[in-house]
């Protein structure tokens, strides 16, 4: 929308940030990813999100070109790291080379394969906790990746989850599209988790109605 356009020419600016975010869209785009990147504001929510709970250590489920892994890579402290998962290979290609062009390869890992898999991995090699973690990826995995987060975080974490509104459709209760039941079975599964606290913002913009579930990990 225009208000959206308007918003993030303004907001945008105060990035502190050398990184052409536009060009890894530009990059995406020429090859023939599709268009379900994070917006604009929502790229610098997750930015300003990592900055604010002073995550050092960040998981993201679902990298495609890497958009939103560059706005949370650059809200690192130094030593700070992004491990991104993508199952798709021409995904994962793109993604790296958009982050090597920005310069922040250093400061991501790529895991190429299925989500559920590496999370398992990581559960099983008793890796260090994560900070922040981000969940953008298939819908229908959405409590899989969630049950897999809580494993994988501390108290103090924090999740977000992406396209947890999709345009109100996550108040069809007779829907018999498997990603917004797969969203509806998302929230009701955070909803019941005693150890965290979570609320859900609707962002209206560039990317139509849609909304993150931002939640808390507390003990
Ligand atoms: N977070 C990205 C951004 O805002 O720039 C967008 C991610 S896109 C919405 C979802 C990505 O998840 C796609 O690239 C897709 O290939 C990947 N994906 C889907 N199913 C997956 C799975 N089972 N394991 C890992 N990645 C998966």
């Given at each position: 929308s225009e208000i959206d356009s308007v918003l993030s020419k303004l907001l945008l600016?105060?990035?502190?940030?050398?990184?052409?975010f536009d060009s890894i869209i530009d990059a995406n785009h020429k090859a023939g990813l599709p268009a379900i990147d994070v917006s604009p504001l929502q790229g610098k929510l997750l930015q300003l999100l990592v900055q604010i709970s002073a995550a050092k250590r960040v998981l993201e489920i679902g990298?495609?070109?890497g958009y939103s892994t560059a706005w949370m890579a650059t809200g690192l402290p130094e030593g700070g790291r992004v491990t991104t998962v993508e199952v798709n290979a021409t995904h994962a290609g793109v993604a790296a080379s958009n982050l090597k062009e920005a310069g922040l390869a250093d400061r991501v890992t790529l895991r190429l394969g299925q989500a559920a898999k590496i999370l398992d991995e990581m559960i099983n090699d008793d890796v260090d906790p994560f900070d922040f973690v981000f969940i953008d990826a298939d819908k229908p995995s959405g409590v899989t990746y969630f049950e897999a987060a809580m494993k994988l975080t501390r108290p103090g974490s924090v999740v977000v989850c992406d396209n947890v509104v999709r345009s109100g459709q996550i108040?069809?209760?007779?829907?018999?599209d498997p990603d917004v039941i797969g969203t509806q079975q998302l929230l009701r599964r955070i909803a019941d988790e005693p150890r965290v606290c979570a609320t859900a913002i609707q962002t209206v913009g560039q990317k139509g109605h849609d909304g993150f579930a931002i939640v808390r990990v507390n003990s």
């Open positions: 600016a105060t990035s502190n940030s050398a990184i052409d990298t495609l070109g108040l069809d209760l007779e829907t018999d």
